[in-house]
């Protein structure tokens, strides 16, 4: 019996619902739709670009074991780390030098594209590698790797640079007893350079030098090709075969790229104010005095400015004989033969009233029939080209003529 007043009770402490509330609520909801939405999209974009700088990255250095783009060499350093080697990638000079001295026959890869090393970086890196694989060396470089530590008894390395490889060889043979470049066959040869002396391979044909180079004593190998140490071409040809036997000789390989951090006080550029010639001190009191010079001289007044009323009512005849006197000047026999023409037609138009729409055929047949001539020979008249001045002079006159009989009939 105590069932139905509970019920009551429960129905009576739930709050009265008010539609005019929730109309308003649906209705903010639509007015601000538009806002909502875009506020959303920004959100989600702030998100977005703030994600993206906070992610870690890997560089885009050409070569760069941590790059893993078509143009760094991550491919090359987790495949040898699988065959054994462990390839230490040095960010600077003294950690260079130290893995070197940490190991107890070392392989060196460097590649020093922008040339930051002094000679007496590169002397003491040959005197600590047992090996050296140099990728793409410039002058000097392969000058100061090749002048130094080699032993006592051994030949220094004659390693030079012969050239690049021609275009339309992408694809290079051994060409070598070199059993490294044997059993690797042919390589990629696109942007490569070539490198003569000591045992060469991969010589285009008609080079002096081939793309790889090894020294007689084995101590230092110059690859002239960034291509086949690349993460883009290593599955194509050779390149993943000579790349892992040319640097899988040892087991501690250090991987070097210089950077502006390894340039020496010493060998830091010159400046400007060193570079420039003893006399530029005295170019600029020069040029101030020829300037002076020069606004004395075009700065003269020749008198007053005099103002002239504009516009200028310039007579007919002025214009057509200033118009004529150019024609004549520039021989343009065929421009002034068209105006006359023209002008001609227009005014005959006019005299017999064919009206602005009438053709150049509608107006000749017409003279012809007021003056009682052949249209054909009135025709020849007026499209006649004269090929000389004179003869130009003679057929205006006609023209004339021709207007004048009109005027008279």
Excluded at 46 to 75: F, V
Excluded at 127 to 138: E, N, Q, Y
Excluded at 301 to 313: I, M, S
Aim: charged fraction near 20%; proline fraction near 7%; charge should be negative.
């Amino acid at each position: 019996m105590s069932a139905a007043p509970q019920e009551a009770t429960e129905a009576t402490d739930k709050p009265p619902s008010d539609p005019a509330l929730a109309t308003r609520k649906s209705g903010w909801v639509r007015r601000h739709r538009g806002l909502a939405i875009l506020s959303s999209v920004v959100a989600v974009g702030l998100a977005l670009g703030i994600w993206n700088q906070l992610a870690p990255k890997g560089d885009s250095e050409t070569l760069s074991l941590a790059n893993a783009g078509p143009n760094g060499s991550r491919a090359v350093g987790e495949i040898l780390g699988r065959h054994g080697v462990e390839v230490h990638q040095a960010g600077d000079f003294e950690t260079a030098m130290e893995a070197l001295a940490n190991s107890d026959y070392p392989t060196l890869l460097l590649y020093d594209r922008s040339g930051f090393l002094s000679g007496e970086q590169l002397s003491e890196l040959a005197d600590s590698a047992v090996r050296i694989v140099v990728v793409t060396p410039r002058l000097a470089t392969l000058s100061a790797l090749t002048g130094s530590g080699a032993p006592e008894d051994a030949t220094t390395p004659n390693i030079r640079q012969a050239g690049v490889v021609p275009d339309g060889m992408p694809v290079l043979e051994p060409g070598c007893p070199l059993p490294d470049a044997v059993a690797a066959g042919p390589v990629s040869g696109d942007a490569g350079f070539t490198y003569d002396g000591g045992t060469t391979c991969y010589r285009p044909q008609g080079a002096a030098g081939g793309m790889l180079a090894v020294s007689d004593d084995e101590r230092l190998t110059v690859l002239g090709s960034t291509t086949i140490l690349g993460n883009r071409h290593l599955a194509e040809h050779g390149n993943a075969a000579l790349a892992l036997r040319t640097l899988g000789t040892s087991e501690d390989l250090v991987w070097y790229l210089p950077s502006l951090a390894d340039l020496e006080p010493s060998g830091a550029p010159t400046s400007l104010a060193e570079l420039r010639p003893k006399w530029v001190p005295y170019l600029g009191p020069w040029l101030l005095i020829v300037a002076l010079a020069a606004i004395v001289w075009r700065g003269r007044r020749n008198g007053p400015l005099v103002f002239e009323p504009l516009p200028v009512v310039v007579k007919a005849v002025e214009t057509a004989e200033g118009r004529a006197r150019l024609y004549h000047d520039a021989r343009a026999l065929g421009q002034a033969r068209d105006n006359l023409r023209a002008g001609t037609l227009v005014r005959l138009s006019g005299k017999l009233r064919l009206g602005p729409e009438a053709t150049d055929a509608q107006a000749i047949e017409a003279l012809a029939r007021l003056l009682g001539r052949p249209a054909d020979r009135i025709r020849t008249l007026i499209n006649e080209h004269p090929g000389t001045e004179a003869r130009l002079v003679a057929w205006a006159q006609e023209l004339d003529q021709l207007e004048k009989e009109v005027r008279n009939t």
